[in-house]
């Protein structure tokens, strides 16, 4: 990635040389679309990566939501509780099945779907909760867990921007009964577009695999019991996903190191409360997907605050609009947290090819941008 002196982008993926082989062999094998020893290779890889048993490639995120929907036996009458505050997909996954989303409140301290809000929100037709480990934090799955057993409703959690978080000490994805990860070419590891569902149920793994490839019976051609769906992912990408859950490791410490500088540049004005940072349960090792702020304060807009960094080289994202305030969803319900932080939240620079130097950018253009 060249930044250099100029633009800092919000996010640019990080590919060498290994990538570029794999998907030179990849080509050469003749096998380019979803057969190919890349995609077995990449489900083992990461698979152990999330310590789980089993891993399902797809074709991106969303895919691997629906499909692990599906598999839980989520369908039309059901409702499924997702955070208000999250990207689009976690909820259309949900409509994509007939289901109605249900949608929670935030918590304050982890910017995730509140647990303590959920018990009240089952119904007799709640089927499932989806944590979603938002901007590389985990949630608080403790509790969650706790409701889901209690309730009798399954887990799924949305891991698209937290491969390799940790809550309490143990990998996100492998605490529901399925994780889903997205490799879009702006998450922590990529394959272009992609995604993965990991689970620790032989069973749910091959409804998976019989989901995600039309339905189509293993061991007899073209015999489908099933209306199945094509979500699966190309052994070209599988091969970029191969050379990158290699590097996965390296990029989680750059994360870290990321989060830290953020940290430590941007405390002054934290300390003057003119931004709040980015929270870090005690229980949590982030892996700050987004490094991201709250502005905290109301005399310069979050549109301006943009606009000047803009002006200075560094490009930001607003946060997600919490869905249930968008068309597609548009609920009369209030959830006060997640719209104070939709309204305030911030995502910054976060990409693996920047340096303290880029961060120190950051920090300065931000000071500067927050003077009235
Ligand atoms: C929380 C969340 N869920 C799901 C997705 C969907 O993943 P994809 O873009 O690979 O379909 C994304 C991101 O893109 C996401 O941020």
Request: charged share 25%.
């Amino acid at each position: 990635m060249q930044i250099g002196g100029g633009r800092i982008p919000v996010y640019a993926p990080v590919l060498g040389d290994e990538e570029l082989e794999n998907v030179v062999a990849a080509v050469r094998s003749g096998w380019v679309s979803s057969l190919g020893t890349f995609i077995p290779e990449f489900e083992r890889e990461f698979a152990t990566f999330c310590d789980v048993r089993e891993a399902v490639a797809v074709s991106n995120g969303t895919a691997a939501l629906h499909l692990a929907l599906l598999a839980l036996g989520v369908g039309p009458g059901d409702e499924v509780l997702v955070p208000s505050l999250t990207f689009i997909a976690t909820a259309n996954a949900v409509r994509y099945c007939g289901a109605t989303p249900i949608f929670v409140d935030a918590d304050r301290a982890t910017w995730c779907i509140d647990p303590a809000a959920l018990d009240a929100l089952v119904t007799p037709r709640t089927k499932a909760v989806i944590p979603v480990h938002l901007y590389g934090h985990p949630c608080d799955m403790d509790p969650i867990l706790d409701v889901a057993r209690r309730r009798g409703i399954a887990v799924v959690e949305d891991a698209a921007e937290a491969h390799g978080a940790e809550y309490r000490g143990r990998r996100v994805g492998a605490f529901g009964a399925i994780g889903c990860f997205s490799f879009y070419g702006n998450k922590i590891m990529t394959t272009g577009e992609g995604g993965m569902c990991v689970t620790d149920d032989p069973l749910l793994a091959e409804r998976l695999r019989l989901l995600r490839d039309h339905g189509m019976d293993p061991k007899r051609h073209y015999w489908h019991d099933i209306v199945g769906y094509n979500y699966r992912m190309t052994n070209l990408q599988a091969a970029i996903g191969v050379a990158q859950v290699k590097k996965l490791p390296g990029f989680l410490e750059k994360k870290r190191r990321l989060g830290a500088w953020y940290a430590e540049l941007l405390a002054p004005l934290a300390a003057a409360g003119r931004i709040v940072m980015q929270p870090e349960a005690p229980w949590a090792k982030s892996v700050f997907w987004m490094c991201s702020v709250l502005l905290a304060e109301a005399r310069v807009s979050r549109d301006e605050v943009r606009a000047r960094l803009h002006d200075r080289g560094v490009d930001t994202r607003p946060f997600f609009h919490p869905v249930h305030l968008l068309p597609p969803y548009e609920r009369r319900e209030r959830l006060a947290v997640a719209e104070d932080l939709g309204g305030r939240g911030l995502n910054l620079p976060s990409g693996l090819g920047l340096d303290r130097s880029h961060i120190e950018r950051v920090a300065k253009a931000l000071t500067e941008a927050l003077d009235p």
